[in-house]
């Protein structure tokens, strides 16, 4: 799972400013899930992608947070207007699912390392 | 609604003991697949396993081995002859089919000390 690059390892951030956070998958890889994880918590799944496209969003927060994958670079989770509430570890993972088939079936998901936000 | 519950929050156990961590879950779905992830203090998520709900074998690897038990909706997992190398938290997940996302629990934090 060392293939999944993330970065920054460690962000801070004072209220209202934004946050950006990037995710290269693992070589070969087209699907990126975003996860966060509250202190002493879960991970909790927030977003999952393929390129240009949100397949499923139904963890992200309505408003201030937004994701993408483009054709080119990295996939960016983007948090607007930051509050002390966001504060925790987003984790990005990467699966080579093939067409047909779904994550359960594979069960191959790399996690990266985690991007640590800290709000002031 | 899918919901995976570790009710350990933390142990500490000496090295060379054995220890169980406890994973209980609820899903309506009758098929569906439970793992476990290893989170060492550097951070990363490690996978350690994944289990089909149509095989209840127990499975053994090393030093790991995991009981699934499908009539208590339990998949605890033991560590024998622990060692410090294995202090992390421990997290149980659970993935429906279809869908795209594990269910993560809370996590066990184990400390092994030497």
């Known amino acids: 799972n060392a293939g999944v690059m993330q970065n920054p390892r460690h962000l801070v951030r004072r209220r209202g400013q934004e946050a950006r956070l990037r995710c290269s998958p693992m070589k070969g890889h087209s699907h990126v899930y975003w996860y966060r994880q509250l202190p002493e918590e879960g991970l909790k799944f927030m977003v999952y992608?393929?390129?240009?496209?949100?397949?499923?969003e139904s963890g992200m927060p309505k408003e201030r947070f937004s994701a993408e994958f483009p054709k080119e670079g990295p996939s960016i989770l983007r948090i607007q207007q930051v509050v002390r509430g966001d504060s925790a570890a987003y984790f990005c993972?990467?699966?080579?699912?093939?067409?047909?088939?779904?994550?359960?079936?594979?069960?191959?998901?790399?996690f990266g390392e985690g991007s640590r936000l800290t709000v002031l | 609604a899918q919901k995976v519950t570790q009710a350990q929050t933390e142990i500490s156990v000496v090295e060379k003991e054995d220890v169980t961590l406890d994973c209980v879950y609820e899903t309506r779905d009758t098929t569906y697949y439970l793992f476990w992830y290893k989170q060492p203090p550097s951070g990363e998520l490690v996978f350690l396993i994944r289990?089909?709900?149509?095989?209840?074998q127990n499975e053994i690897s090393g030093r790991y081995s995991w009981n699934f038990q499908k009539s208590t909706s339990s998949f605890n997992f033991t560590i024998t002859a622990s060692q410090v190398v294995d202090s992390a938290v421990y997290f149980c997940a659970l993935i429906p089919p279809g869908a795209n996302n594990l269910f993560f629990g809370t996590g066990t934090r184990l400390t092994v000390i030497p």
């Open positions: 992608l393929q390129k240009e496209n949100i397949i499923d």
């Open positions: 993972a990467s699966s080579s699912k093939r067409q047909g088939t779904t994550l359960a079936n594979t069960g191959e998901l790399f």
């Open positions: 289990r089909n709900s149509f095989d209840e």
